[in-house]
């Protein structure tokens, strides 16, 4: 099942169509990772770009068995990224998009990529004018933290290795400002507590991820809960929702948060799903005062993180 227009959640059968087009995705420790790949008939694929950390610590041979069972092996590339270094991972996404033919059509596949990744690549699109040209997709999980039934109990993430702003994110911060956090909420609620302390607001938004699909109603629970201890930390803080797979709506939540502390430096920290993510860096493209802080996990759930499903949700970044 694929859903696109998230607006609208209009409806169609099967992934979306990959003929002709360049497919990147990201190679990391989920087999949701090679989901779109082997959902897919790839023989009229343009070319299909596999990422991975330089220093990846990941056992990816089942993986790469998947790949090799249904990728072109004349049209599949690895590629690596060096998350201490930001400026070579954009420099790659632009030479990337900025060499590729106008004719052909790039998916982007933001399922597994880490979210810093994903919003660099985001800003090459912009700056080679490919932005309107790219169609996102995302395999949307069954289940997070697998085998973990109670929500309180789940989690994806622990620690923070380091935390900075993004290439292409960076804002308007001035000194003598007071710092506005906008802070969107998922299962990595103790890493972002741990981002929150480092950055030392002096105001915070929290903001849980509310949804439109039926079956997600413990991921609001769970995210209400973690709003809630959240806040109990802070002094200056206000609770705010939004619908994690609509963009207006993320739009809407940081306008809000910004118009009622216009006189702080906006700073947002997206610590949702991937799809809010994207629709942050979207926001940011468009409003260049508001800056995106984000800190890399030290641990993750690698072996228990996310269960596939066969629901792909797709759209045009430029909807």
Known sequence: MTRTDFANWERADGPPELDQAMVIFWNGFEPRSTKLLRSSRLENVHRILGFRFADNQFDLSENDRQISAVAPPDRYETRSCDRRNQFSTYKTFFEIFSSLDREVRIVFDITCFPRDVLLIALYALKKTNRFAD?????????????????????????????????????????????????????????????????????????????????????????????????????????????????????????????????DHNQIVVPMNNKISTLFTGAYCLANRNVQICYGGGLIYNHSHYSLESETFFSWKLSS
């Open 134 to 262: 790219a169609l996102c997709t995302y395999n949307l999980a069954q289940d997070y933290s697998i085998g973990t039934p109670d929500g309180q109990e789940k989690w994806l993430s622990k620690g923070v290795s380091s935390v900075s702003p993004l290439i292409g994110y960076r804002g308007v911060v001035s000194p003598d400002k007071p710092m506005q956090l906008i802070a969107l909420v998922g299962f990595d609620d103790q890493r972002l507590l741990q981002i929150a302390e480092i950055l030392c607001p002096d105001s915070v938004v929290f903001a849980y991820g509310d949804t439109k699909l039926t079956d997600r109603d413990w991921l609001i629970q769970q995210s209400h809960q973690a709003v809630d201890e959240l806040i109990s930390r802070f002094d200056d803080t206000r609770k705010e929702s939004f619908v994690c797979e609509e963009g207006q709506s993320v739009f809407n939540l940081i306008d809000k948060a910004t118009a009622e502390r216009p």
